[in-house]
């Protein structure tokens, strides 16, 4: 199977574990990489696309663009190119608002431009809720074609989830499974699991899938990327999903984008 259904997340990978587990990943059927400045990875990541043997044209390559580059987006574009090995992006997301700085309009603003240029093919954002998506569309009338937010069964976001797809804004789910695991351990999900005869990971891909949510997950085990890269083509029934959806819910604590500062 391969589709651009779930992709493939690299962080907190490095070196020659990075390079590992993206051809790996590539062979099971992954088509979407993702990566982040941030994560110190991207040469690792292209070491790993290119050891794959799969011929890049047919690869969607994910990037962001991290805080201390907001005013240099020009120049953290050639670098991340440079690391990766590539002439041009599939997909650049801004990492996070960082509102505290208001720079992200302005680097939005290039971002457009550079996708004009041809050197990135899609540009979206990541973290960011209405207020920064609204201060986006109105510096430059361009809305992100994505948006990569925190989302599980525990963290549904479904007023956020709404809200872009009014917009045309595709949702990507980081930490899809769950930050420590919570997700997993929940007695609703145990259950389903119990019934279908699935994982508990199966089961929460299979909700974000159902849902139409891409969720980027993350191993270095080839088995579990294949049974990651399956699940997420299962479908959950109304009843699953109601039950689900009865799950209490976490805040977002620190990753709060009117918050985080991560430069």
């Known amino acids: 199977m391969t589709h651009d259904a779930i992709g493939f997340g690299t962080w907190p990978f490095q070196g020659d574990d990075a390079e590992r587990a993206v051809a790996t990943a590539v062979e099971a059927g992954y088509r979407l990489i993702d990566t982040a400045t941030k994560y110190g990875n991207e040469a690792a990541v292209g070491r790993g696309l ?11 390559i994910q990037t962001k663009l991290r805080g201390d580059d907001h ?4 120049g953290a574009l050639g670098r991340s190119l440079e690391a990766l090995g590539v002439d041009a992006l599939d997909a650049w997301l801004i990492h996070w608002p960082l509102p505290m700085l208001g720079r992200y309009p302005e680097a939005w603003a290039e971002m457009v431009r550079l996708r004009e240029e041809g050197l990135v093919r899609e540009i979206g954002v990541s973290n960011f809720l209405p207020e920064h998506l609204d201060a986006l569309e109105r510096a430059t009338g361009v809305r992100p074609a994505v948006n990569q937010i925190q989302c599980d069964p525990t963290i549904a976001r479904g007023g ?21 695991g919570e997700v997993l351990r929940a007695e609703p999900v145990l259950r389903i ?3 279908r005869g699935l994982t508990p990971a199966e089961v929460v891909l299979a909700w974000h899938g159902t849902l139409g949510i891409v969720p980027i997950a993350r191993s270095a085990d080839a088995a579990r990327q294949r049974q990651n890269l399956a699940a997420v083509a299962l479908r959950l ?12 819910q976490r805040g977002l604590g620190d990753f709060d984008p009117r918050l985080r500062d991560e430069r």
């Open 71 to 74: 005013g240099d987006v020009r």
């Open 160 to 180: 956020l989830r709404d809200e872009l797809r009014a917009r045309g804004i595709g949702v990507q789910a980081w930490s899809p499974l769950g930050r420590g």
């Open 50 to 60: 290119r050891a794959s043997g799969v011929d890049l044209r047919e690869l969607r």
């Open 237 to 248: 029934d109304a009843d699953e999903l109601a039950v689900l959806a009865g799950l209490p």
């Open 193 to 195: 699991a119990a019934a």
